[in-house]
Nanobody, 111 residues
């Protein structure tokens, strides 16, 4: 079973930046971030493998996902944050066809 530990959420003003981190207990092929705003379904933010990076249209050009494969860690650099980015952000990975989720970290964008 893969353990995922997230950090980096918080309160930020519109236009500001935050960086999320997620450390996995073992190496996996794909890691990514999803988010869930109140009253909404969980949605993809970004995923990354060694060969491919994918972003939701709503975050392209503002968010950057990266990985440190030596540390089994994935990062999400979030710039130009908007109130619409307010959500709980969840780290995700898949290993042997099983989805694993972190506990989530709250990001609030508000003045």
């Amino acid at each position: 079973q893969v353990q995922l530990v997230e950090s980096g959420g918080g309160l930020v003003q519109p236009g500001g930046s935050l960086k999320l981190s997620c450390a996995a207990s073992e190496s996996t092929y794909i890691m990514g971030w999803y988010r869930q705003a109140p009253g909404n379904q969980r949605e993809l933010v970004a995923t990354k493998t060694r060969l491919n990076t994918r972003y939701a249209d709503s975050v392209k050009g503002r968010f950057t996902i990266s990985r440190d494969y030596a540390k089994n860690t994935v990062y999400l650099q979030m710039n130009s944050l908007e109130p619409e980015d307010t959500a709980v952000y969840y780290c995700n990975t898949i290993l042997r066809s099983i989805n694993y989720w972190g506990n989530g970290t709250l990001v609030t964008v508000s003045s």
